[in-house]
């Protein structure tokens, strides 16, 4: 109830504003000079500044992804019986307890199970 009356108040408002302003001749545009820089290198600076981001974060990025893709040499144990498998993985694949081998195969370890880990 206090939404449709408040509606029906900003509708008359608006009415009564464009019923105002109706009559009203046009004034002509002033003109304004255009408005001088501050500085010249101020945008200099900017673009130097806004280089400097782009290239950080291209070198950020690349340095994620080489890391991530370094093949490292991965042998799971087992504890009880001392068997030894051996595999090849990307770091950025290497997780918790679990890996993801070159050729695709997903690894996970038991509770029994160690993991050992070396780059080549």
Do not use: C, N
């Not at 408040?6 to 408002?13: C, H, K, P």
């Not at 504003?17 to 408005?35: E, H």
């Not at 679990?98 to 199970?113: H, I, N, P, Q």
Request: without cysteine; glycine residues 10%; aromatic residues 10%.
């Amino acid at each position: 109830m206090l939404t449709k009356l408040v509606f029906t108040l900003a509708v008359i408002g608006v009415v009564i504003l464009l019923v105002r302003f109706r009559g009203r001749p046009a004034r002509a545009p002033v003109q304004v000079p255009p408005a001088r820089s501050g500085a010249p290198w101020m945008k200099g600076l900017a673009l130097g500044v806004v280089t400097l981001m782009v290239l950080g974060s291209a070198l950020g990025f690349w340095l994620y992804w080489r890391d991530a893709h370094q093949v490292m040499q991965v042998w799971v144990i087992d504890s009880q019986t001392g068997h030894r498998s051996e595999y090849r993985a990307y770091r950025g694949s290497l997780e918790g307890r679990s890996f993801e081998t070159l050729d695709g195969r997903r690894v996970r370890l038991a509770e029994t199970e160690r993991l050992e880990v070396a780059s080549e």
